[in-house]
DNA sequence: CGAAAGGTTGACACTGGTCAAGCGGTGTGG
DNA sequence: CCACACCGCTTGACCAGTGTCAACCTTTCG
């Protein structure tokens, strides 16, 4: 990147975040334009490719993120291997914990990522300073919270026909937020990995989408690419209110 | 903190304060003297019935609260009556979620509590002039956020008999920190209660009691009252690593 | 073209749910 | 003071849903 241009423009929106999808979302959205400025001189732009962890668990953290592009999944593992993703974030959240130097979680890329990364010490200095980003990071942590606790309901609570029509229900309203009746996207995760977000096998989870193909409600194409072709059947199917 | 300063402070912290066991804890806990008299200003005490109601889902919601004494539940339900809990709160944790005015979930009283409110519209306005509240508030907020997805890999990933000795160990060290070799409580939830938040059925949180206690982990005495005899192998049935 | 990885399907086993009966403590009315 | 009903909990018998194991199919990639 080229370092002379940005320092030119320092008081001003710098021209990188001026086109970025995370303007005004997630964390950069709290930040005045002299913040953003701020956060920009550290801040690297860098892809990182499916597949790749982040952080492990328990590992020290040295860099916080935006993600610009993709879905990043965030899982616990038991020491005999079980593995529970208890976490996916998507454009534009923020990734890591301030003040937290070890990871409670493994950070995992579900998809090829784009990043906007800053060091630890940069943000933390950065927050100490700034109160408004205080305020930023507790909206994504309740944010973040929510999600899980209704996640917790799916887990308890819900039998694997529903577990797997909330799971598309998810990524579907996510990709479209209007709920169309309509909705084509990606699945973001293996079957492998759908099983470990929703606390099943990836038999049952392929027998699930079977049989959720096979009543009409969603149509598959090459495994990861999902048409909902009925989004309140999807919806009821989920155990939605 | 040392023992100097805190002398000073404790010349000028209003009496209720200075006897209170969240004083130091929760919320109160990163408020200057200045502060916590004048939110001790709109404060007031009062007891909980257990069983009673604070906030229903969806309700509004007008007081946020510091728990003095007793365990609060909160949970969710779905339109056909299914439940899970979704987080205890022991003392001296704060209840509430600033700036959200609309709950999502139910809040009640798994035991008698003892409370201390404020009324919603003090605290936010403290909060928007004292940004180390906020701080407090995030710290609380990431807190139950780990604690949620501790629970996520047990109600995922753990079987029936890992389930309940996990809810005994989150008990056992939550009242006895030291994770001694015996220690002894009264559950603060009663059988339907443990399995709505094990996503089990008071059957088998039933059965599972029982063959802990045949297997001579646990003593039981009037439902309630609980013997952990042997912390570590209670520990390693929780599938603790 | 062959091998590997990811996904599907089937047969069977087992865990945990369902339904029903019974136990023990507590509170109430005769 | 006893009889009774009620509530929370336990236990047993049975069954359904999900996991396990194995075979096979499909796609991808060297």
Known sequence: ???????????????????????????????????????????????????????????????????????????????????????LQFAPDFLGRPFHPESALSVEAATDLQLCSFPRTILERMIVAAPSMERGLLNQALKELDEARDWMLTLGRKNANEK?????????????????????????LSRAEIADFLGLTI???SRQMTKLRKE?????ENNRHITVTNM???ASAAGED
Not at 169 to 177: G, N, S
Not at 216 to 220: F, K, L, Q, R, S
């Open 232 to 234: 309140d059947r999807l």
């Open 1 to 87: 990147m080229d370092t002379s241009r940005r320092d030119r423009i320092l008081d001003e929106l710098p021209a990188v975040c001026r086109a970025c999808e995370a303007r005004h979302g997630g964390l950069c959205g709290t930040l005045t334009t002299t913040q953003l400025a701020e956060l920009n001189r550290h801040s690297s732009r860098r892809t990182v490719e499916a597949g790749s962890e982040l952080v492990g668990q328990g590992d020290d953290v040295d860099h916080y993120s935006n993600i610009l592009r993709g879905v990043v999944k965030l899982s616990k593992m038991m020491s005999d291997g079980r593995q529970q993703i208890v976490g």
């Open 164 to 188: 797997v029509a909330s799971f598309l229900f998810l990524i579907a309203t996510h990709y479209d937020a209007e709920e169309s009746r309509t909705t084509v996207f990606d699945l973001p």
């Open 216 to 220: 009409g409600v969603i149509a598959i």
């Open 203 to 205: 038999e049952t989870v």
